[in-house]
């Protein structure tokens, strides 16, 4: 039974490498959101993806990050020379389509430690 | 700017007690507003929503206030269990809009 899955699910790398996240949806699910969850913090938009048009990145903190969708399914989400404000559980959510419409389904996330 | 305000930032409550978490917010376009329930390790799941054409909604043990005028909605969860103990967010977005507004979480401790 097919959940939202991201990977790794725990991440630990040293300050100024480049790290990949990975979120697989739902199959069907034409949205797609990255979010991001600091310590003691409600969630903060990152990207969302609605099947081929051009994302929304307003949320994307600096240049350093980015975010892909290949074929509309699976995305990846880079941080580029990571800092450790980046220290972070970055969840991935999907939908079948507006987000209003349609319930977003979370994966249970990745734990990102910059150190 | 934060766009959703929510308090407490933690709640202790007894079994069989009421739960209750609140939030407030100032954009008056905002038109619907869910609430999440995240256990640890887990992603957050939508638990209850309402747009603001109806003060009240409720769904089993839980309900969701809302004061359009006041510009605050809360969650109530009556006759609190254990397994209710989770962090709760609150959220807003616009219709049709693709951003959604988070509060900073609520965790919720029931005492057996």
């Known amino acids: 039974g097919a959940g939202v899955s991201q990977s790794p699910s725990n991440k630990v790398t040293e300050k100024g490498k480049d790290v990949e996240l990975r979120c697989d949806p739902i199959?069907?699910?034409?949205?797609l959101y990255w979010y991001r969850q600091s310590l003691g913090q409600g969630l903060e938009f990152l990207i969302y993806?609605?099947?081929?048009?051009?994302?929304?990145k307003s949320g994307l903190p600096s240049d350093r990050f980015s975010a892909e969708r290949t074929g509309g399914s699976v995305s990846t989400l880079t941080i580029q020379r990571t800092q450790q404000e980046d220290s972070a559980v970055y969840l991935c959510?999907?939908?079948?389509?507006?987000?209003?419409?349609?319930?977003?389904?979370f994966g249970p996330g990745t734990r990102l430690t910059v150190t | 700017q934060q766009q959703v305000k929510q308090s407490p930032q933690s709640l202790i409550v007894q079994k069989g007690g009421i739960s209750i978490i609140n939030c407030a917010y100032e954009?008056?376009?905002?038109?619907?507003f869910p609430w999440y329930q995240q256990f640890p390790g887990k992603g957050p799941a939508l638990l209850i929503a309402i747009r603001p054409d109806v003060s009240e909604k409720k769904e089993g043990r839980f309900t969701i206030s809302f004061n359009k005028s006041a510009k605050q909605f809360s969650l109530h969860i009556m006759d609190s269990q254990p397994g209710d103990s989770a962090t709760y967010f609150c959220a807003a977005t616009i219709y049709n809009f693709n951003k959604f507004y988070f509060g900073s979480g609520t965790k919720l401790n029931v005492k057996p």
């Open positions: 993806f609605q099947g081929n048009s051009a994302p929304d």
């Open positions: 959510a999907s939908s079948f389509g507006q987000a209003l419409s349609y319930e977003q389904y």
């Open positions: 199959s069907g699910h034409t949205a």
């Open positions: 954009n008056t376009a905002f038109d619907y």
